[in-house]
Nanobody, 124 residues
Framework: QVQLVESGGGLVQAGGSLRLSCAASGGTFSNYNMAWFRQAPGKEREFVAG????????YYSDSVKGRFTISRDNAKNTVYLQMNSLKPEDTAIYSC?????????????????WGQGTQVTVSS
């Protein structure tokens, strides 16, 4: 089993940037597909970005494509989400997720392992 801890959330003005980090422990990090999800008040949890265990593919939701970048550093057991050009609509709790099977990238139920989440608030 792998444990995930997110950091880097906070309050930022619209148009600004944040970088989220997700530190993993307790497993072989390079074996896991990794993803970021977010959930705003009153809304369903939605897929944001994913990166494959082989590091050869990345995936993004249409709402963040071109603004967010997911990356991983296997030597540090960490996955990142660089968020640029932030909008108030990006306000949500962002959670890191991991899975050994990566054929259902956009569905939260495909990920057995989750972090506690970090709050991102974008003001206008």
């Amino acid at each position: 089993q792998v444990q995930l801890v997110e950091s880097g959330g906070g309050l930022v003005q619209a148009g600004g940037s944040l970088r989220l980090s997700c530190a993993a422990s307790g497993g072989t990090f390079s074996n896991y597909n990794m993803a970021w999800f977010r959930q705003a008040p009153g809304k369903e949890r939605e897929f944001v970005a994913g990166i494959s265990r082989s590091d050869d593919n990345t995936y993004y939701s249409d709402s963040v494509k071109g603004r967010f970048t997911i990356s991983r550093d296997n030597a540090k057991n960490t996955v990142y989400l660089q968020m640029n050009s932030l909008k108030p609509e990006d306000t949500a709790i962002y959670s890191c997720a991991a899975a050994l099977v990566g054929n259902s990238w956009r569905f939260a139920r495909a990920y057995p392992y989750w972090g506690q989440g970090t709050q991102v608030t974008v003001s206008s």
